[in-house]
């Protein structure tokens, strides 16, 4: 019998617990809002999974499939919530399975309908500090990617080893959690994995050509907006974009249109904190980026979002965007100085 308590579960117990899902059963996967390539990698896979082992799971998204993730196998099954739709699903489903969250603001309004709901929850992610909202969670701090977790979790509930399909969804999770297999924890562990899926039939040229040579020509003159708004604080190691409403709107761009702008600020000597800060209309979007000397996480956390130590996010609502900027400029001053403070006192 499952526990029915929240609780921290091994490998082995998530492997256990997704494993425990009835055949015929109807099962939500589901990830957070404005999924990026771990999320809809991770929630495919497992999606993938539980359908060969005839399960009746449904990936059921907070927001829409990102435009560059929509060639993942699988990704034109995944339903877009809809409380017309989803509401009598969501209260009555039987077991669900959380990827790359671990906080249930991240996934509302699905969060509200599950946690409400007695249905049997398993999270498997990699950011800290998780809320206790199921009965199974595995997290793993020390994992570059959630994709790199369920290749452990999955890998015995697959037999005859990782299709190909989700190989790829595997795959592309870690290359674009990774930075391309240049941040922090990509060591020879996760190569070993990495290969293990190149060996089922994911394609590594492929993934690149669909992430990010399939660039709209607005996308870059926006990107190039950007980065001509660059200013420079703290001696030079602090970068800060900003892109006003009128920016994003006479491209015709989203939030999803901003991803990965924020990493060319890392690329400038002498930077070591990159921000990206964009209003969006209904709120500012803050990114938060760094080359492991400031703990941004932090920072984002007092805005009230959060993500990794080095890479981080927050939304700020009711502020106007010159406010924003001047208010980040300022606590990261404040963090730097604190952190100077705590270096040379003895």
């Keep these: 019998m499952m526990n029915t308590q929240p609780s921290l579960c091994s490998v082995d117990g998530?492997?256990?617990?997704?494993?425990?899902?009835?055949?015929?059963?109807?099962?939500?996967?589901?990830?957070?809002?404005?999924?990026?390539?771990?999320?809809?990698?991770?929630?495919?896979?497992?999606?993938?999974?539980?359908?060969?082992?005839g399960v009746n799971a449904r990936v059921i998204l907070p927001t829409p499939v990102p435009s560059n993730l929509a060639w993942l196998p699988g990704a034109n099954s995944a339903e877009v919530f809809d409380a017309t739709v989803h509401n009598s699903y969501l209260e009555s489903v039987p077991n669900a399975v959380v990827v790359d969250l671990n906080t249930a603001a991240r996934f509302a309004p699905v969060s509200d309908l599950l946690i409400r709901s007695s249905c049997?929850?398993?999270?498997?992610?990699?950011?800290?500090?998780?809320?206790?909202f199921?009965?199974?969670?595995?997290?793993?701090?020390?994992?570059?990617?959630?994709?790199?977790?369920?290749?452990?979790?999955?890998?015995?509930?697959?037999?005859?080893?990782?299709?190909k399909e989700i190989a790829q969804c595997l795959y592309t999770g870690i290359y674009t959690d990774t930075g391309g297999f240049r941040f922090p924890r990509t060591n020879g562990s996760l190569f070993r994995a990495v290969g293990e899926l190149v060996d089922a039939g994911a394609d590594p040229v492929l993934t690149h050509e669909q992430l990010y040579n399939q660039t709209p020509r607005s996308r870059l003159v926006l990107l190039g907006k950007a980065l001509a708004s660059m200013q420079f604080y703290h001696q030079g190691a602090t970068a800060v974009m900003a892109l006003s409403q009128s920016d994003l709107t006479s491209h015709g761009?989203?939030?999803?249109?901003?991803?990965?702008?924020?990493?060319?600020?890392?690329?400038?000597?002498?930077?070591?904190?990159?921000?990206?800060?964009?209003?969006?209309?209904?709120?500012?979007?803050?990114?938060?980026?760094?080359k492991g000397q400031m703990y941004v996480r932090d920072i984002a956390a007092s805005y009230g979002g959060g993500g990794h130590v080095y890479a981080a996010g927050a939304r700020v609502e009711g502020l106007p965007l010159d406010d924003v900027v001047a208010s980040v400029i300022e606590r990261v001053g404040l963090y730097r100085d604190s952190a100077r403070s705590m270096r040379s006192t003895p």
């Design 120 to 132: 049997y929850r398993i999270v498997v992610d990699h950011h800290v500090e998780p809320e206790m």
């Design 14 to 53: 998530v492997t256990d617990a997704i494993a425990s899902i009835p055949r015929g059963e109807d099962c939500c996967v589901t990830t957070h809002r404005n999924a990026d390539g771990d999320a809809m990698g991770s929630a495919l896979a497992v999606w993938h999974v539980l359908r060969g082992r």
């Design 134 to 163: 199921a009965q199974c969670i595995h997290v793993n701090v020390e994992s570059p990617a959630t994709c790199a977790i369920l290749v452990d979790v999955l890998k015995s509930l697959l037999p005859d080893g990782f299709s």
């Design 253 to 290: 761009a989203t939030s999803e249109d901003l991803d990965g702008f924020v990493h060319h600020t890392l690329s400038i000597a002498g930077v070591d904190a990159g921000i990206l800060i964009a209003d969006l209309g209904q709120n500012v979007k803050i990114s938060f980026r760094s």
